[in-house]
T-cell receptor
């Protein structure tokens, strides 16, 4: 089925470990986004890529890096995980910007201990 | 910068009664406005959007929303609530033009009681 695929679905890290969250879409969308969801905070934008070859910081970029590998794939890297990064991470994509809304992946639940 | 406020953390409604989930926004210029729904352990699903045109927008699952420019509001409504409507609802806004990402509200948990 067409959509946004995130891997892994669950992950437990120790403080200081690194990992990469993967996101791929097969809808030929130009724009891709990474959000984190925390209780009472809603969704907060970490990084986004308006088009292949560009990336920009969102509201909460500290502690994260991203790579727009190609048009389909947009990865999020935690270089040195901290307990404050315990969250549910969602990747989303759109045709271009917000015009048609976003399609979301099913999320990655990350726990940092 | 744009922002969204969802003033109610929780809305409780009896099955069969009308429901309203409130959203107000702040943005420069004309807004793109969206409602998304999240069921437990799932990603967000699109419900409806306002871009231009009629102020009353109809969406999925019988939901609708009314854009009110003077009150900068975009409240989500449904004439008759179902238990299956119980979920977390998010309002989101973006400026009318450009690639500015959506800004989401903090969400409102809707509980429909049988």
């Amino acid at each position: 089925n067409a959509g946004v695929t995130q891997t892994p679905k669950f992950q437990v890290l120790k403080t200081g470990q690194s990992m990469t969250l993967q996101c791929a879409q097969d809808m030929n969308h130009n724009s891709m986004y990474w959000y984190r969801q925390d209780p009472g905070m809603g969704l907060r934008l970490i990084y986004y890529s308006a088009s292949e070859g560009t990336t920009d910081k969102g509201e909460v970029p500290n502690g994260y890096n991203v790579s727009r590998l190609n048009k389909r794939e947009f990865s999020l890297r935690l270089e040195s995980a901290a307990p404050s990064q315990t969250s549910v991470y969602f990747c989303a994509s759109s045709v271009q910007g917000a015009d048609y809304g976003y399609t979301f992946g099913s999320g990655t639940r990350l726990t940092v201990v | 910068a744009q922002s969204v406020a969802q003033p109610e953390d929780q809305v409780n409604v009896a099955e069969g009664n009308p429901l309203t989930v409130k959203c107000t926004y702040s943005v420069s210029g004309n807004p793109y406005l969206f409602w998304y729904v999240q069921y437990p352990n799932r990603g967000l699903q699109f419900l409806l959007k306002y871009i231009t045109g009629d102020n009353l927008v109809k969406g999925s699952y019988g939901f609708e929303a009314e854009f009110n420019k003077s009150q900068t509001s975009f409240h989500l409504k449904k004439p008759s609530a179902l238990v299956s409507d119980s979920a977390l609802y998010f309002c989101a806004v973006s400026p009318f033009r450009g690639n500015t990402p959506l800004v989401f509200g903090k969400g409102t948990r809707l509980s429909v009681i049988a």
